[in-house]
């Protein structure tokens, strides 16, 4: 696996209200990594992007394959780095990729912690309406990690799984069983029982238990 793309942004305007958004990101050839991310990328809306346990957002191109063959007009602009997100590779995607893994990229580190759940942003930057219900349904959110280790990342860099602590809690199975209305307590105690997730997920799928149960 390697590092086909590299993306990172300046805070711009999106949207009707011209909302500040660090969605629209840039081509890079190499970034610095440190426990927030890109030393040089802006993440404007805390709350669902960016800190500690939302550092890096990788997205798979076969994420943009699904979306292309729904909506074919978009093929010039469903492209690696347009919903925002910091790293491409060509075999990683939302079923091959589980919560809690680690990776080496580079010479940085990092965990898998949650999937991205998209917003409206995503459907503003590409112009096409749907697209938040679409990358639910489909699986193919992408996923955020945390930094272990910092340093540089580099075009063409290896990544290599070091270690997969869950073995059944893909990405993709991860957002089915999250936005399934019949899943049961026992599955969702499964997903916050990851070893690696996001403290906010963890807590969102326990309240979700609680009133289950």
């Known amino acids: 696996m390697k590092v086909l793309g590299l993306f990172a ?3 711009r305007p999106i949207g009707p209200k011209n909302a500040l958004s660090g969605i629209d990101k840039r081509p890079v050839t190499s970034v ?6 890109i030393t040089d990328d802006i993440q404007v809306d805390k709350r669902f992007h960016g800190g500690p346990e939302r550092a890096l ?7 943009y394959e ?6 074919p007009l978009l093929h010039k602009r469903a492209i690696a780095g347009s919903i925002g997100e910091n790293i491409s590779s060509a075999t990683m995607c939302d079923s091959n990729v589980n919560i809690g893994d680690i990776y080496r990229i580079g010479e940085i580190e990092v965990q898998v912690s949650s999937p ?16 938040v219900q679409l990358i639910n349904e489909q699986q193919i959110t992408g996923w955020y990690y945390r930094v272990l280790k910092a340093g540089a990342i580099r075009l063409g860099d290896d990544i290599t799984l070091i ?7 893909s990405v993709a199975s991860f957002v089915k069983q999250h936005f399934d209305k019949s899943s049961s307590a026992a599955s969702l105690r499964y997903l916050s ?5 996001d403290p ?3 807590e969102k799928l326990l309240r979700r238990i609680e009133r289950l149960d």
Not at 57 to 63: E, S, T, V
Not at 163 to 169: A, D, Y
Not at 193 to 197: I, N, Q, S, T, V
């Open 32 to 37: 610095k990594v440190d426990h927030l991310g």
């Open 57 to 63: 957002h990788q997205y798979a191109l076969h994420g």
């Open 9 to 11: 942004g300046k805070a």
């Open 66 to 71: 699904t979306i292309i063959k729904r909506h």
């Open 193 to 197: 029982d990851a070893k690696g997730l």
């Open 116 to 131: 991205r759940i998209p917003c409206w942003k995503i459907e503003e930057k590409l112009n096409q309406k749907g697209l």
């Open 163 to 169: 270690e997969r602590p869950n073995t059944n809690v």
């Open 200 to 202: 906010q997920w963890q």
